[in-house]
T-cell receptor
């Protein structure tokens, strides 16, 4: 069974450019999460969806960040415009319900120069 | 602010020894508790979860939970060099919250 699939795996972009990260959750999972990991702050929840509906976006840093989940098998995280401080690993994860195990994708490694 | 605290380490143990990893959490209403392992450059992978007070064993791993003390630990018996990784404690806040709050992780190094 395929796990959480993320793309791109690595991206290097210039400050000011738009970045779009993509995620396909595990089939049958109804919760999807976007986390960001940095050395300084560890793993931080940015936003999570339940049944395609955003439940908690309090972790989204600012208006430059937006996330969508148009259907049960696809989500995007967009950063526009990107800044060097956005450089991090962005993980998408999914689970089958509240309190259940969260499974991570391999991450998207973003560098903004 | 709901927090999960871990000693960042590094924790260094000799091969074959028991490694003890500790975690405290601030939200007394937390319902479920998870330990993830993360190798350098990789994504977190689940090792164990625990919901009830007491011990839960799975092979060389034992998770311990004490809700009264808001404390959860992970013991790794017969530590192997392949156990060298960062171990992340994660807590589900409970209620209608489906997300996990992660500690910053403890880096474990098992020396041959």
């Amino acid at each position: 069974d395929a796990g959480v699939i993320q793309s791109p795996r690595h991206e290097v972009t210039e400050m000011g450019q738009e970045v779009t990260l993509r995620c396909k959750p595990i089939s049958g999972h109804n919760s999807l999460f976007w986390y960001r990991q940095t050395m300084m702050r560890g793993l931080e929840l940015l936003i999570y969806f339940n049944n395609n509906v955003p439940i908690d976006d309090s972790g989204m840093p600012e208006d430059r960040f937006s996330a969508k989940m148009p259907n049960a098998s696809f989500s995007t995280l967009k950063i526009q415009p990107s800044e060097p401080r956005d450089s991090a690993v962005y993980f998408c994860a999914s689970s089958s319900g509240i309190g259940n195990t969260i499974y991570f994708g391999e991450g998207s490694w973003l560098t903004v120069v | 602010q709901k927090e999960v605290e871990q000693n960042s380490g590094p924790l260094s143990v000799p091969e074959g020894a028991i490694a003890s990893l500790n975690c405290t959490y601030s939200d007394r209403g937390s319902q479920s508790f998870f330990w993830y392992r993360q190798y350098s450059g990789k994504s977190p992978e689940l090792i164990m979860f625990i919901y009830s007070n007491g011990d839960k064993e799975d092979g060389r791993f034992t998770a311990q939970l004490n809700k009264a003390s808001q404390y959860v630990s992970l013991l790794i018996r017969d530590s192997q060099p392949s156990d060298s990784a960062t171990y992340l404690c994660a807590v589900n806040p409970g209620g209608s919250q489906g997300n996990l709050i992660f500690g910053k992780g403890t880096k474990l190094s098992v020396k041959p």
